[in-house]
């Protein structure tokens, strides 16, 4: 499609089940992305290259996944204009809320956008939502993607009449 790729970058290769998610939905969607390790503590000075030349390599949106002592989103903000989203992985003995508390709390003047703990589909979903701003065929599947979330959910409501039915 032509519209601007989207980063995945995690901080550990640890990461990569729970950002697999991410990853799906953005294939479903047809979009260009890459996935990348990068740490804000292992690998600092890759990290913030990275994200300072995010924009000129034709990325429109950068999705950054951490868990712990997550600044690996506060950190790629830092180096560019472009939106960050930030997921808080659940990786340690608090249960991601470490990550979710260092991942949200941003200083105001450099923004993370910030899904739930885990919440790698709805990373790639609101990647897809900016790139769609001025791109009509993927607003046009995501409204699909709308449109059959909803039918889902009104076929299980269905069904599950019908199985009470039987009780
Ligand atoms: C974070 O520390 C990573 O994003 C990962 O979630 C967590 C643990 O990393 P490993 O010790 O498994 O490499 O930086």
Do not use: W
């Not at 995945?8 to 799906?24: P, Q, R, T």
């Not at 885990?118 to 709308?146: F, R």
């Amino acid at each position: 499609m032509d519209c601007k790729k989207v980063a995945i970058v995690m901080g550990s290769k640890s990461d990569l089940k729970n950002v697999m998610g991410a990853v799906n939905t953005l294939k479903s969607l047809e979009i260009d992305y890459e996935v990348r390790i990068m740490s804000a503590h292992r690998t600092p000075e890759a990290a913030c290259a990275f994200a300072s030349k995010a924009r000129e390599n034709g990325f429109g949106v950068i999705i950054a996944a951490a868990g712990k002592a997550a600044h690996l989103a506060g950190v790629l903000a830092a180096h560019t204009t472009l939106p960050v989203i930030g997921i808080p992985i659940k990786a340690s003995a608090l249960e991601g809320i470490d990550a979710l508390l260092s991942t949200v709390q941003m200083p105001k003047g450099v923004p993370v956008a910030t899904v739930a703990i885990d919440g790698a589909e709805n990373a790639a979903i609101l990647a897809a939502q900016i790139l769609a701003v001025n791109q009509p065929e993927l607003a046009e599947k995501l409204s699909q993607m709308k449109s059959n979330m909803a039918q889902e959910v009104l076929n299980a409501d269905k069904q599950l009449q019908e199985e009470l039915k039987n009780l």
